[in-house]
């Protein structure tokens, strides 16, 4: 199949690396950034803009930061949106806004072209392994189509419903991430505070009914200090941003997800918007004045 493939960077490489070993060829924007090397031979061409990759490809993969990026690669100048024809399926799996998906998804549309978000959870491991949780808004039809390279990328791939229900769930997602995180992150504060062995009280929780995948890798990462993202403090704080405004709007309460949100803040604060975001523990630890590795 010929897809083009918008965004190469910590996650998109390794999802773009997946469909090329599955023997598909990648078409790759090099508006922004020139593709990276390894991704270039036989089956990864580069093309000069996202409108060339559009025009070439019959599914449109696009892995960027932010809804704003989104909007610019889709309809800015030479965008996606001017190689678009019916048939084509626009299938955006960055984490962006659910309000502004349902309105990008209509402008796609308005071309004849089929739109799918489709964010992703997992991390660069996932991401690399093939193993991402994979959440998709869209029509049940144009899912099944896509399906296939899916699952050359996930392992866990759901439709939930319509565009704006796969960037809701991830929203969601994020808000679970970041309070598990808190909660590992303010144990391993208190123990180490109290005189226990942060690293031995981990593997004794590992063993019970606080077990989680985030005590499992992101409290390893704490006891051991490796905050070398895995996903980057400030994207997580992009998401929880969505999750906020969203809660605003419909008129709810989000304590806990505003509290992640300050931590995070005080990562920034000592300079950490580029830290793995299990680096939250460092915020903890400033206000304890208390380090769990005794640096």
Not at 21 to 37: V, W
Request: aromatic letters at 4%; a negative charge.
């Amino acid at each position: 199949m010929k897809i083009g493939f918008i965004g190469t960077g910590i996650m998109g490489k390794p999802m773009a690396q997946n469909l090329q070993k599955a023997g598909h060829t990648l078409y790759f924007s090099e508006h922004y950034n020139k593709a990276p090397a390894d991704l270039l031979g036989d089956n990864g061409i580069a093309l000069a803009n996202p409108a060339a990759v559009a025009t070439a490809a019959e599914i449109i993969i696009t892995m960027v930061p932010d809804t704003p990026q989104v909007e610019e690669v889709l309809f800015g100048e030479n965008g996606v949106a001017e190689g678009l024809s019916a048939g084509k399926i626009v299938v955006d799996m960055s984490s962006i806004s659910p309000i502004a998906t349902k309105v990008i998804a209509k402008r796609v549309n308005e071309t004849g072209a089929d739109y799918l978000d489709a964010p992703v959870s997992g991390g660069e491991v996932g991401a690399i392994n093939a193993a991402l949780t994979i959440m998709v808004g869209g029509e049940q039809s144009v899912f099944d189509k896509v399906k296939p390279l899916f699952d050359l990328m996930g392992k866990n791939i759901t439709l939930v419903g319509g565009n704006g229900d796969g960037q809701t769930t991830k929203v969601a997602n994020q808000i679970i991430v970041a309070l598990n995180i808190e909660a590992v992150a303010e144990a391993l504060v208190f123990a180490s505070k109290a005189g226990a062995d942060p690293a031995k009280v981990r593997e004794a929780l590992m063993g019970g009914f606080a077990s989680s995948k985030i005590l499992e890798v992101h409290g390893e990462r704490m006891v051991k200090g490796t905050f070398n993202p895995g996903f980057r403090i400030a994207l997580h704080q992009k998401d929880l941003n969505l999750a906020l405004t969203g809660a605003r709007e419909l008129g709810i309460s989000l304590p806990n997800t505003a509290g992640a949100q300050e931590l995070f803040n005080t990562c920034n604060a000592l300079g950490g918007a580029g830290w793995d975001h299990s680096g939250m523990v460092k915020a903890l630890e400033h206000l304890a004045n208390h380090n769990i590795r005794g640096e």
